[in-house]
């Protein structure tokens, strides 16, 4: 059974950093990625990761999130830096089922979810 735990979440100034962690269990495919969900807003695909290292980002969060992933704690990251308020959202950590040769962004390609975590920015 897989599990995906979120941490990390807070409250931040515009222009600040927070760093999100994801912890798996019972996953062993390749594909993690970051979403978000806004109040009345669909939820979208932030940032993605293969385990060989390659990674996808939305266009919104290019040059200031980086995902990142340490396999031998099978933990996965978000590094948020030059955070705006629009960025204000709850976090969601997923991994796809399968093995895939690029990371998806797209919400219905993810199986496993974790809870979420709020990161909240101010202006």
């Known amino acids: 059974q897989v599990q995906l735990v979120e941490s990390g979440g807070g409250s931040e100034q515009a222009g600040g950093s927070l760093r999100l962690a994801c912890t798996a269990s019972g996953y062993s495919d390749n594909c993690m990625g970051w979403f978000r969900q806004a109040p009345g807003k669909e939820r979208e695909g932030v940032a993605a990761r293969l385990t060989n290292g390659r990674t996808t980002y939305a266009d919104s969060v290019k040059g200031r999130f980086t995902i990142s992933q340490d396999g031998a704690k099978n933990t996965l990251y978000l590094q948020m830096n030059s955070l705006k308020p629009e960025d204000t959202a709850m976090y969601y950590c997923?991994?796809?089922?399968?093995?895939?040769?690029?990371?998806?962004?797209?919400?219905?390609?993810?199986?496993?979810w974790g809870q979420g975590t709020q990161v909240t920015v101010s202006s």
């Open positions: 997923a991994a796809a089922a399968g093995w895939w040769t690029l990371p998806p962004l797209g919400r219905g390609q993810y199986t496993y």
